[in-house]
């Protein structure tokens, strides 16, 4: 498989570490908004071009995976780049997903690629085992927790106040609420009681500290609805304790089965990351395999991973998986 990455940053970064942990992938070129000349791969030997020159290189890459970011660039660029490859993206915006799925395929079609959107691990990972849940205990309750991890749109909210110089944002799942999840107790919990938020943030010199403090605590959308917590700490110990991009997460279904409903069963899969650019990085090359066989038997359009069935995602053939893994 002919992988290509659109866009450098953490995760492409982590992209071209996945490829070379796979068997049947090799790296063909990265593109880049920025000066090609600028960028020094991991990966020696691999030519970096410039966005512009994407159309020349279509027929030499199979998947091209585009590591934008949702807020922007990806609503822009996979139903731009669909027409000239195979894609895959990793599209976090709940909310527009109905969307962005209908303007990539409808360019897939037009142009008979494939294309997977908004792969990851939530969504991704976390969506499957939302929908095995549901199907299998139609009874029952969905929960999804995040963290303990780094919020990455809610740390750039932080850095965004006035007289912040760096900040990182953790969102940590309530004890209690996952307690009570686990224990089957069905628990309706708002918004406060599942996260709460801790800021670790690098004033400037001289800011009001207190202004800081209420301004983050305060901010609609993200940390009103939350108990917040603020810590002020230096750059040193900030590049110290505060570099990583840790995250994770839970997903539970609690339901019931029998004639009078009387026995609980609790579903939970649990993910804890070091590096939440590299797993998710991980998740699409092991995608792009999948549409890339697709697309070798004739599919295209957009899909979503609920639409993958799970040997497509794997190097082995089905023999060896009904042997080892069945």
Known sequence: MRVAILGYGNL???????????????????????????????????????????????????????CGGSATDLPKQTPEYVKYFNVIDSFDTHARIPEHFANVDKAAKENGHIALISCGWDPGMFSLLRLYGNCVLPEGQDYTFWGKGVSQGHSDAIRRVEGVKNGKQYTI???????????????????????????????????????????????????????????FITEEEFAR??????????????????????????????????????FTSSVLVAFARA????????VNGCKTVFDIAPAYLSPLSGEELRAHLL
């Open 12 to 66: 492409g970064k982590g992209v071209e570490s996945a490829v070379r942990q796979v068997p049947d992938a090799e790296l063909k070129a990265v593109f880049t908004r920025r000066d090609p000349a600028d960028l020094k791969l991991n990966t020696p030997g691999v030519p970096v071009y410039s966005v512009d020159d994407v159309e020349v290189h279509k027929d030499e890459i199979d998947v091209l995976i585009i």
């Open 173 to 231: 799942p309530v004890p209690e609420a996952i307690a009570a999840v686990r224990n089957g107790e069905n628990p309706t919990l708002t918004t406060r009681q599942k996260h709460t938020r801790e800021c670790f943030v690098v004033p400037k010199e001289g800011a009001d500290l207190a202004k800081i403090e209420h301004d983050i605590k305060t901010m609609p959308n993200y940390f009103d609805e939350y108990d917040t917590t603020v810590h």
């Open 241 to 278: 304790d505060h570099a990583g991009i840790p995250h994770g997460g839970f997903v539970f279904r609690s339901g019931v089965t029998g004639f009078n409903k009387e026995h609980k069963h609790v579903i939970e899969y649990s993910l804890k990351l070091d590096s939440n650019p590299e």
């Open 291 to 298: 549409i890339n066989r697709l697309h070798n038997e004739g």
